[in-house]
């Protein structure tokens, strides 16, 4: 029975037969070499990724592919009156990342489109040509809430180091709003 994931395999240590000489042209011997150092590559691997690497996830796959998911969120806030239009801020990405959706709750029902636009820190700052957003930004109707993941026509790659900015198109009623991309990183 393994040890592993509980702990890092220790193998024990073995010896060539009195008078076998390593030869690693021979198919058809066993030598301890050869074990060894399969048990060297067991041994680095178990290391490299620590004692329980599944974490409380399933398996190791499950959890790598959680690790890779992360959400870039911007406020809006009114200070207590409705939000007006014009670029609200910005935000640096220290990450490359796919967007594959994004989401606005609002304090209150009301609507909203907010444009989002992205350069590099060399452009800054981004400007309406660098919209991301193509015609489908985030927005929502007469509620308080919306998602999209279909993204259509958007820009979807974030490059580390990208500057995004957050600029209301327009707005009824809402005071305060929050933008969350769902993202996922990418190599």
């Not at 620590?50 to 870039?72: C, E, W």
């Not at 509620?143 to 327009?170: E, H, M, P």
Request: aromatic share 6%; hydrophobic share 35%; glycine share 8%.
């Amino acid at each position: 029975m393994a040890d592993y994931p509980d702990s890092v395999y220790s193998p024990r240590t073995r010896v060539n037969k009195t008078g076998v000489v390593y030869d690693e042209t021979k198919e058809d011997v066993l030598f301890k070499e050869d074990i060894d150092l399969g048990d060297d590559e067991t041994v680095a691997i178990e290391t490299e990724l620590g004692t329980l690497p599944k974490g409380v996830f399933a398996d190791v796959k499950t959890r790598l592919i959680a690790n890779g998911q992360r959400a870039i969120i911007f406020i809006i806030d009114g200070g207590g009156a409705a939000i007006t239009t014009g670029e609200k801020g910005h935000l640096e990405i220290p990450f490359k990342c796919e967007i594959q959706q994004v989401e606005l709750l609002g304090d209150q029902s009301g609507s909203i489109v907010i444009d989002i636009w992205k350069d590099t820190y060399g452009a800054f700052p981004p400007i309406d040509a660098d919209s991301i957003t193509d015609s489908a930004p985030p927005t929502i109707t007469t509620a308080q809430k919306s998602q999209d993941s279909t993204l259509t026509g958007w820009t979807k790659t974030i490059n580390a180091g990208d500057i995004l900015a957050f600029n209301v198109d327009s707005v009824t009623d809402i005071e305060r709003v929050t933008l969350i991309l769902k993202v996922k990183n990418v190599a």
